[in-house]
């Protein structure tokens, strides 16, 4: 018997890496002659880069960079041999460097993904391969495109505020003072959505709210969009309003696919395509893989809907491990999870499931493990 174990991360608890550990743990309290096969995933999100450094081999550097709230923090990201960086929106200006009360996407910004992206060209990086997820940010990535040396203005001609607030000010965009090196450069983005830029289902009225956005914040940010739309149009002759995947990381997509010309593909895909997946699963009896929340929001293209579509071609069951079990669709069990187990076991706060999430999980996949062992 083979149990291929293929988690995500579980957000502000436990990387991929520590989940699939958690899990093989529960598997072996049950089994100990059963071959596991261990497969940590990412899907453009948190985690995207550590696990693409591990399977290129890629050297870590360390830069200090402006965080989303303007304060300085130290980013590590990678470099291979072939010249290629690596990194995380979500390491720069991730939702996790935000505490809940200073939570503000008019006033967050990606400037220091822009800063980090020249540090990687200042080492030699001619190419890229960026996870887009997780961010705190909601301005369309003008801040990265600041730091990049793109001009975006005011109607006094002056550069225009960092964070979404300065989607709504902005009049004009000019490419003259980009850093010409960038020319030079490939940009493939690993994106954990498929959002587009505007509309109900795009960057902001899905995601903002969760980056402290409340109602009347979510209508200036998305008129903000809007004019941002439109000048992108009238200078740069870009039409950003049809990319998928342009809404992924607050717009940040937009800004890669107008500014430098970026492939944008989906995170999942793009890493199980990577690791060999498919190869694994072929062979497995049973699949686990999980998240920190299962929602509606993950047949947009996040770890789990991957893993269940690559098992449905092989009829090989799959277990989703979670943290909360959010689904109000059967979309998620026509995609190929058979069963999705939240791992908190009693009334807790989140605090305290968040601090036992390891001793959690390996307790449900043991329950799990009993039940499918009785059942094989």
């Not at 009238?234 to 309003?241: E, F, H, P, S």
């Amino acid at each position: 018997m083979r149990i291929v174990v293929a988690p995500d991360s579980f957000k502000e608890s436990m990387t991929a890496g520590v989940a699939a550990s958690a899990m093989v743990s529960g598997i072996r309290d049950v089994c100990y002659d059963v071959e596991v096969v261990k497969i940590p995933l990412a899907d453009g999100g948190e985690g995207t880069a550590d696990i693409l450094n591990n399977y290129f081999g890629a050297n870590r550097y360390k830069s200090e960079v402006t965080g989303p709230l303007g304060n300085m923090i130290t980013v590590e990201y990678g470099v291979t041999t072939d010249n290629i960086a690596i990194m995380d929106v979500a390491s720069v200006i991730g939702l996790q460097l935000v505490s809940r009360d200073e939570r503000n996407p008019l006033k967050t910004t990606s400037y220091g993904l822009g800063e980090l992206i020249i540090d990687a060209l200042n080492r030699g990086a001619r190419k890229f391969i960026i996870g887009l997820g997780g961010s705190a940010t909601n301005d369309g990535g003008i801040g990265m495109a600041q730091a990049l040396g793109v001009e975006l203005t005011d109607q006094d001609g002056k550069s225009v505020p960092l964070g979404g607030e300065g989607l709504m000010k902005l009049k004009n965009i000019s490419l003259k003072k980009i850093d010409p090196r960038l020319l030079d450069c490939t940009f493939t983005i690993a994106a954990d959505v498929r959002n587009k830029l505007l509309g109900d289902d795009g960057a902001t009225f899905v995601y903002g709210a969760q980056k402290g956005a409340d109602h009347q914040m979510l209508q200036q940010l998305e008129q903000g969009m809007e004019n941002y739309v439109s000048v992108l149009k009238r200078d740069l002759q870009m039409d950003v309003t049809g990319t998928i995947g342009a809404g992924a990381a607050g717009g940040l997509g937009a800004a890669f696919y107008a500014f430098l010309d970026a492939e944008i593909k989906p995170g999942i895909d793009y890493i199980i395509e990577l690791v060999e997946l498919e190869q694994r699963i072929s062979e497995a009896t049973l699949v686990f893989t999980g998240e920190g929340k299962i929602d509606d929001q993950t047949l947009q293209g996040k770890v789990p809907l991957g893993v269940a579509k690559l098992a449905a071609k092989f009829d090989v069951p799959v277990v989703a491990i979670v943290g909360a079990n959010k689904v109000t669709t059967d979309k998620i069990y026509e995609a190929g999870i058979r069963a999705i187990f939240p791992i908190v076991n009693e009334p807790m706060p989140l605090s305290d499931a968040l601090d036992q999430a390891e001793t959690l999980t390996r307790i449900t996949v043991a329950n799990v493990m009993r039940l499918f062992m009785n059942n094989y």
